[in-house]
């Protein structure tokens, strides 16, 4: 959970549970009082994936085993998918606009926006979509009623706070991206913002992809099934883990030599950013921003390569 002071938590016989902060109902007990000890949520049964939404206020999603989607909490900008701006203080059914009929398989919550992904591969979103496109749906206008956003999808990846970016990976194993173009980390080279997906040049064998940076510091890393991984966007504290601190505005490979790399991971806001490097024998490599010691350099020196962390 990502929420403002606010705790929920998904437990292995579906229930869910929630503590903390509650002024927007976020909690998903029927009404604002805060909690200071866990308490389940009505309505909710049989869910297997809980996610909230990437803002302060903290809009909350579940997905069923019976492929149903639910929404509560702050919703300023549309992000419950109701077609209005009114918070909820319960868990909701959404079977609006494109969702209608589907059956959901997994929920994703972007800045001030959210996406669910149906059992066709279809991408649906809703939420506040002015000034940087973020659905990709090709407008630049909020829609608080889910619409259709892309196809044959298999996963998807947002930014945590404003400036937002949206990365698809789809069934084919290739990456696209919309949204904010800030340091080209939607993928367009001319760092232009872009409201319908376009295709990265990473192949079609991506496993994975992350987005780093807030405040217009965007950059991105998509691993590829042969263990490599490329890299892009924003540089200035070394993040990507080329060797310098210039910004790349196309994907280029990192440097991680003859060893292959099994996950990744950025870390960091603003321009202090980086990110991590899961290798195949089990070592953590880390590049980028080395304030109050993040990157595990003991002299706090920023990290233009790969690091390898000592633990």
Not at 225 to 232: A, E, I, M
Request: proline residues 3%; negative net charge.
């Amino acid at each position: 959970n990502e929420g403002y002071q606010s705790v929920l938590v998904l437990c292995s016989d579906g229930t869910v549970h929630s503590c903390g902060y509650n002024g927007y109902g976020q909690l998903g007990l029927g009404d604002v009082t805060q909690r200071n000890q866990f308490v389940q949520l009505p309505v909710l049964a049989n869910v297997i994936q809980l996610v909230t939404g990437r803002e302060r206020y903290t809009a909350c999603y579940a997905v069923t085993s019976d492929g149903k989607l639910y929404s509560w909490g702050y919703n300023g900008d549309g992000q419950l998918g109701d077609g209005g701006v009114t918070q909820a203080n319960l868990p909701v059914q959404r079977t609006g606009g494109t969702l209608a009929g589907k059956t959901i398989v997994k929920a994703f919550g972007g800045y001030m926006c959210a996406f669910a992904l149906d059992s066709t591969g279809t991408l649906h979103g809703w939420g506040t979509n002015v000034t940087y496109g973020p659905l990709g749906n090709g407008t630049l206008a909020n829609q608080f009623t889910p619409v259709q956003c892309a196809t044959s999808v298999a996963d998807c990846y947002t930014t945590t706070y404003d400036y937002p970016v949206t990365l698809i990976k789809k069934t084919d194993g290739t990456l696209w991206g919309c949204g904010a173009g800030n340091y080209s980390a939607n993928g367009v080279v001319a760092a232009t913002v872009s409201s319908t997906f376009v295709q990265l040049p990473v192949g079609n064998t991506v496993v994975k992809a992350v987005i780093g940076g807030t405040g217009s510091y965007n950059f991105g890393a998509a691993l590829l099934t042969n263990g490599t991984v490329y890299v892009w966007g924003y540089n200035g504290n070394g993040q990507l883990g080329v060797g310098d601190v210039t910004v790349r505005s196309s994907p280029v490979l990192a440097p991680i030599g003859v060893r292959t790399v099994t996950d990744i991971a950025a870390y960091g806001n603003t321009s202090e950013g980086g990110l991590v490097f899961l290798m195949d024998d089990g070592q953590v490599m880390v590049s980028g921003y080395a304030g109050q010691y993040m990157n595990g350099d003991y002299n706090s020196n920023n990290s233009y390569t790969p690091l390898p962390i000592v633990f």
